[in-house]
Nanobody
Framework: QLQLVESGGGLVHPGGSLRLSCAASGVALDTYSIGWFRQAPGKEREGISCIDSGSTKTHYADSVKGRFTISRDNRKNTAYLQLNSLRPEDTATYYC?????????????????????WGQGTQVTVSS
């Protein structure tokens, strides 16, 4: 059974950076698309970046485009999200998710198509 564990969250000043990791166990990730989602208090969970199994296609929400970068290393069974130029409105719990690769990164992020596994989340707080 696929299990996902996020790490790398924390408290950072505006303009700062963090690198989130999503480590998978139980199943090889190389047939799964991976997505990063976030949920702030009182708001719905939104897809912010997704990547297909071979790192050939990515999707970014407009709110993070140009600031966040998704990547993955299938040899390490791990995916990453580099967060740069952080803003207070980026404060949220960040989750990674996996979907079988029949979906597209955009469908996975926007509609959560195919998402079957979620991590427990890691908190990112951007505050001065």
């Amino acid at each position: 059974q696929l299990q996902l564990v996020e790490s790398g969250g924390g408290l950072v000043h505006p303009g700062g950076s963090l690198r989130l990791s999503c480590a998978a166990s139980g199943v090889a990730l190389d047939t799964y698309s991976i997505g990063w989602f976030r949920q702030a208090p009182g708001k719905e969970r939104e897809g912010i970046s997704c990547i297909d199994s071979g790192s050939t296609k990515t999707h970014y929400a407009d709110s993070v485009k140009g600031r966040f970068t998704i990547s993955r290393d299938n040899r390490k069974n791990t995916a990453y999200l580099q967060l740069n130029s952080l803003r207070p409105e980026d404060t949220a719990t960040y989750y990674c998710a996996a979907a079988l690769d029949y979906t597209t990164p955009q469908a996975m992020c926007v509609l959560k198509v195919g998402v079957g596994s979620w991590g427990q989340g890691t908190q990112v707080t951007v505050s001065s």
